[in-house]
């Protein structure tokens, strides 16, 4: 199994809702990371996971909270999310420690009205 | 912490090599150079790797010169398929104190005409 998983596809939620993005990889990777990706822009880094504790944090606002409950899986947790937080949200694995070889799931576009 | 400038998109067509130069000054002794494909609504797929002289898998090539301040994303015979945003990635997760970063450019979007 190379592919990593991302659920929902598509989330719509309105600025008091409370959602959360799933994604789930088989492929023993011990890294997994969290981007944010605006239209027509490269991926922006969010979290990155190694060995499921969190080892780097870009600045990310608290509304956004990321869960890694066991090696395969990683969560993102939303809260109070703002209209500009609309993005592609994606997720990947690495097996390495350098982070330079990603295998990214498909993404969860996400609309906040 | 490096910087990378790539061209903002590139016309081909099939059957052509195409060859996508990413500039990247400022890179440190221990950072990577990598390259993704990334398709509309898709996440990016990682293509090639490098961190000096020449790599080669099935799908690309990667030149680097020795100064390492510059690298070239090579695609031979390009079909439609490979119509696509590619995007060059300098740095590594690994490196000590400022410099553990990984820098995206702004991605090249390669038309493949027929």
């Known amino acids: 199994d190379t592919e990593v998983t991302q659920t929902p596809k598509h989330l719509v939620m309105g600025m008091t809702n409370k959602k959360s993005l799933k994604c789930e990889q088989h492929?023993?990777?011990?890294?997994m990371y969290w981007y944010k990706q605006k239209a027509k822009k490269p991926p922006e880094l969010m979290f990155v996971?190694?060995?499921?504790?969190?080892?780097i944090n870009e600045s990310v606002p608290s509304r956004f909270s990321p869960e890694c409950p066991n090696s395969s899986l990683l969560n993102l947790h939303l809260h109070a999310l703002q209209p500009e937080d609309s993005a592609l949200y994606l997720c990947?694995?690495?097996?390495?420690?350098?982070?330079?070889?990603?295998?990214f799931g498909p993404g969860t576009r996400l609309l906040v009205l | 912490l490096a910087k990378t400038t790539q061209p903002i998109s590139m016309d081909s067509y099939e059957g052509q090599e195409v060859n996508i130069t990413c500039s990247h000054n400022?890179?440190?002794?221990?950072?990577?150079i990598t390259w993704y494909q990334q398709f509309p609504s898709q996440g990016p797929r990682f293509i090639i790797q490098?961190?000096?002289?020449?790599v080669t898998n099935e799908v690309a090539s990667l030149f680097i010169p020795a100064d390492r301040k510059s690298s070239t994303l090579s695609l031979p015979r390009v079909s439609l398929s490979d119509t696509a945003v590619y995007y060059c990635?300098?740095?590594?997760?690994?490196?000590?104190?400022?410099?553990?970063?990984?820098?995206w450019g702004l991605g090249t979007s390669l038309a493949v005409n027929p």
């Open positions: 492929m023993g990777h011990r890294a």
């Open positions: 990947a694995s690495s097996p390495s420690r350098t982070g330079v070889d990603q295998y």
């Open positions: 490098g961190y000096k002289t020449k």
């Open positions: 990635l300098v740095g590594a997760l690994n490196n000590a104190g400022n410099n553990r970063k990984l820098i």
């Open positions: 400022n890179i440190a002794t221990n950072d990577y």
């Open positions: 996971y190694s060995y499921e504790k969190l080892s």
